[in-house]
């Protein structure tokens, strides 16, 4: 922490403050949005750097000598040289979803919290698989390749409103409940099967196994996260459970299908039509060509794992982040860190507010409370929350006391200090 002089009741002391956020360095990689730049300005931050490309381990390491905050999206990766050449960084935003581009216990053992966006294209994902789930039904995709083609395919056979039909939904969460209110808006009958009681939004309801749901749908959309027992959940035993002629749409990982078994249950006729957007081994850039054994099938439906990607969902990860990142920096709430005991924290208007990252080992509670004590300043709230790693304790404190340079050099010196700063404002 660099030291800042302010004006106090008694302007010869000197204080050790977080710095204004004019005086810190932001960097952003990877052509972070432009909304994020224009959260981070609205809080006062003027030095922000911004790179089109991704820069990982020495080269960052290069760059990130004091560098406040750092914003990435999934190219850049942040490795323990990158960060033990940070010594200065307060926090790291991860413009997107993911957040294993950064090694985040490194980062949590210096006392640095990483923030992502997890939710931001919740609702790209369900409008898409929306859209999927109308062309399914409707054989739209194996008409469309043979108009490609050149082949006129008019006929009503095999296409089907969606009104009506029986919608399976495997993972009711985020982006399977946005998905069942948008389809009962359209008539669908919506079902759903997850390992947690969620509570059912509009008409949907509730199934007790994923056997009963994949038994009783003309269209199953799968919303999953990747976790050892969903790798595999759909293979071929489950979707001969699937109705004939039933459709299936993927839009969560990859690893969740057995692509070789839903191949199968394609080529016999089993399943009318899927749509994939994620794949077990997927291309890692634009430049490498895409292989599938659904790249054969007319009535599959594509996509290149787009089904969060928009220019909405990209706006709104730019503010969704760095206002994360404005509010641990202005506030020191850690809530949705993905690596770091998250404490949410009312505003301290009118105190001071210490911010005390450290090893989580007996004792240091203690000694941080005893240097209020011993001073006779008054703690007005104290916040603490630990994982087995780190402790990190907030303490809100008299604001019409003085709080001498000497004070938090002290705080800084207890054994097990990873960070420690105080906030004014
Ligand atoms: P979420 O965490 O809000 O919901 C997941 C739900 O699945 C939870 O309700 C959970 O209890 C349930 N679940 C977990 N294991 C289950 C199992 N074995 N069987 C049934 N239900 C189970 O997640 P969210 O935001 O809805 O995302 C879902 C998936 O979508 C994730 O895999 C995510 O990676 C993926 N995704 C894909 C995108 C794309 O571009 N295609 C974009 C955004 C998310």
Redesign the pocket.
Known sequence: MADHRVTTPDATLVHHFSRPNADLRCLLLEGVHPSAEAVLRAAGFEQIERLPGAVSGRALAERLGGVHVLGIRSRSRVDAEALGAAADLRAIGCFC?GTDQVDLDEARARGVPVFNA??S??R??AELVLAELVLLLRDVPRKNAAAHRGEWRKSAGGAYEVRGKRLGI???????TQIGVLAEALGMRVRY????T?LALGNAEPVRT?DELLAGSDAVTL?????P??VG?IGAAQLARMRRGAVLVN???GS?VDIAALADALESGHLAGAAI??FPAEPRSNDEPFESALRRFDNVILTP?????TEEAQERIGVEVAEKLVRFNDNGSTLSAVNFPEVSLPPHRGTYRLLHIHRNRPGVLAQVNAVFSDHGINIEGEFLQTDEAIGYVVVDFDMEREFAIDKLERLKRIDGTLRARILTR
Request: charge should be negative; proline fraction near 5%; hydrophobic fraction near 35%.
């Open positions: 979803i997890p939710f294209n919740t790209s994902v495997v993972g009711y969460g985020h982006i399977g099967y997850d390992v947690q969620r994923l919303h999953v996260p990747e976790a027992d969903t959940l839009a969560s990982r969740v957007d994620v794992h787009v089904g969060g990607s």
